[in-house]
T-cell receptor, first 117, second 111 residues
Framework: DAGVTQSPTHLIKTRGQQVTLRCSPKSGHDTVSWYQQALGQGPQFIFQ???????QRGNFPDRFSGHQFPNYSSELNVNALLLGDSALYLC????????????????FGPGTRLTVL | RKEVEQDPGPFNVPEGATVAFNCTYS??????FFWYRQDCRKEPKLLMS???SGNEDGRFTAQLNRASQYISLLIRDSKLSDSATYLCVVKENTNAGKSTFGDGTTLTVKP
């Protein structure tokens, strides 16, 4: 049973460029959330996708956009990269309706480390 | 002010010590609460959920005080392998929506 996978593992870009990060959820999961984790900070929620639509969004500018495909995989796109976008980008998958409601069924992928020069 | 605040740390303790981490949250609509563990340059992993009645998992005990909007994690008999960053997490909705993370507290257990 494959867990959450992300690609690429590392990426180096220059300011102004665009980047696309990819995530495949854990088997059986239908919801994907994206987080940005800067060095020394906790993960910050970017947005969540369910049924191919963005369902909730954190405090991130429109330069951050995403997509979810029919197979539940997801992409995170960042346009016009800034130096401050350098971070670990984490994808987490979960099951929208989980009978064990008291338990967080959110599983994280290993992340993509983005460096903007 | 951050929505979830944790002890800044770092905590440096000897093996066998008992260590406690604290966390406060500002959103009174928060419904579910968790502690995650994150090893250096790895993804966060769920350590345990936190219930109002308090819950224990081996050497780990978590407590929640909804009135004070305060969460704690106690680690007894610390092991070298407990060295990690501990993240406090709150969610408004148990089945959907964002998880709000604190910035974490780093624990180093020394021989």
């Amino acid at each position: 049973d494959a867990g959450v996978t992300q690609s690429p593992t590392h990426l180096i870009k220059t300011r102004g460029q665009q980047v696309t990060l990819r995530c495949s959820p854990k088997s059986g999961h239908d919801t994907v959330s994206w987080y940005q984790q800067a060095l020394g900070q906790g993960p910050q929620f970017i947005f969540q996708y369910y049924e191919e639509e963005e369902r909730q969004r954190g405090n991130f500018p429109d330069r951050f956009s995403g997509h979810q495909f029919p197979n539940y995989s997801s992409e995170l796109n960042v346009n016009a990269l800034l130096l401050g976008d350098s971070a670990l980008y984490l994808c987490a998958s979960s099951l929208r309706i989980d009978r064990a409601a008291s338990k967080d069924t959110q599983y994280f992928g290993p992340g993509t480390r983005l460096t903007v020069l | 002010r951050k929505e979830v605040e944790q002890d800044p740390g770092p905590f440096n303790v000897p093996e066998g010590a008992t260590v406690a981490f604290n966390c406060t949250y500002s959103n009174s609509a928060s419904q579910s609460f968790f502690w995650y563990r994150q090893d250096c340059r790895k993804e966060p992993k769920l350590l345990m959920s936190v219930y109002s009645s308090g819950n224990e998992d081996g050497r780990f005990t978590a407590q929640l005080n909804r009135a004070s909007q305060y969460i704690s994690l106690l680690i007894r008999d610390s092991k070298l392998s407990d060295s990690a960053t501990y993240l406090c997490v709150v969610k408004e909705n148990t089945n959907a929506g964002k998880s709000t993370f604190g910035d974490g507290t780093t624990l180093t257990v020394k021989p």
